[in-house]
């Protein structure tokens, strides 16, 4: 059940970057916080880059896809999650939107992208919830020991960022990029060694 | 039981007394070469008081057996000339010196054996933590929560030690950080180190663990591989969020 191990470990990665983002943006709106927009620009675009482009797609493959066709049960939360999973760039989007329009001094750009966040971090909450609560017990109940080491090696093979995933292709570095996020976040979220700077 | 092949820590029937209290009663636990194992469980339950009486902080009763040889009575000074190094729970910095000499300092050991290895040592640990290197001539007390996790750790690894065990690591920090301290272990692991990782954030400790052991009123209640323990239902229903009646669980 390593496949199992490595989507909770990219859960609790996405779940760390969103509630960094969220401190953050209290910290601003009281004013204890100047924004750091290259820091919130380089939290989003991992938001897209992991989460969205890669984690999901593997939840489809490995999990999600295979347990369709091992059951009915769960149909239902499994046809939730797949169109959630379609939504993705309309998601990464409106969030992107959201911040771009605030680090252009767009009027209301700071409540616009407050507001942007929130009904992103209330969607991945829900979403992971129903996956771990509803849909992990049921890989559990319904995978095959052949169904397992199918999944584990899928996932394994495209890695989460505990591990790294840089590939000779130049393929992104995700366990750079989060080390140097949670670098320079402000302290006490992050290590406090901002503002962020571009490689 | 976690069975090894090369056990770099066993511990058998350990128990520590504070006075007619017995904070520990006949723990046993193993680690194995490149392992990492973790001792998870609620305050109080006795999880600092086996990581002192292991070093010899504490005296004990019972055996410990550290990288094949039988120590009687753990003595803190020889556990860590024999390669045994603790990062305690609240870090033990010395905030008026700079973090490059704290991290000489965590190599003293070493170089009083003779070793003259603690530049490349500390290139390792620059190399773990690039934040300690932007930062090394700043003083330890100037530092965030954070990064003095990562300079306790790092001081820890100057050692380089045959275990290195961990209290708390994740203790008052951001989730962020958290993520980031144990993404760090997971490095060492892959490094060759042997982890005891003592953690009250069952969730993240059983993720990156290979075997656990649950610790209860100074008890062990409960043991088997990580991924086991992180589906048993008593474990899920007390330690990871979804109810807090602990005790009554284990219990079952």
Known sequence: MEAIRIIMDEHQSLAAIIHAIRLMIREVGVGRLAPDFKLFKAMVHYLDAYPEKRHHPKEDQFLFGPL????????DALARLEAEHGLAEARIQALDAA???YA???PDGFEAFTDAFETYANFYRNHMLLEEREILPLLKRHFTADDWARADAGCQATPDPMSGTRTPDGDEDFRRLFSRLVAATPAPLGLGGGPYKDD | MNEVKNPVLQIDKLCVSYGKVEALSNASI???????VTVIGPNGAGKTTMLSAIMGVLGSAGRVSF???IEAVPEVERMVARGMNLVPEKR????EMSIEDNLELGAFQRYRMGHRDQARTMNEVFELFPRLKERRTQLAGTLSGGERQMLAVGRALMAKPRLLMLDEPSLGLAPLIVREIFRIVAELRR???SILLVEQNARAALQVADYAYVLETGQIAMQGPAHALADDPRVIEAYLGLGGKHQAMLST
């Open chain 1, 68 to 75: 369709k066709a091992r059951t009915t049960e769960g149909a």
């Open chain 1, 99 to 101: 911040l771009q329009g």
């Open chain 1, 104 to 106: 252009d001094g767009a």
């Open chain 2, 30 to 36: 193993t680690v194995g070469e490149g392992q990492i």
């Open chain 2, 67 to 69: 990288d094949g040889t």
């Open chain 2, 92 to 95: 033990e910095l010395f905030g």
């Open chain 2, 191 to 193: 490094r060759g180190v």
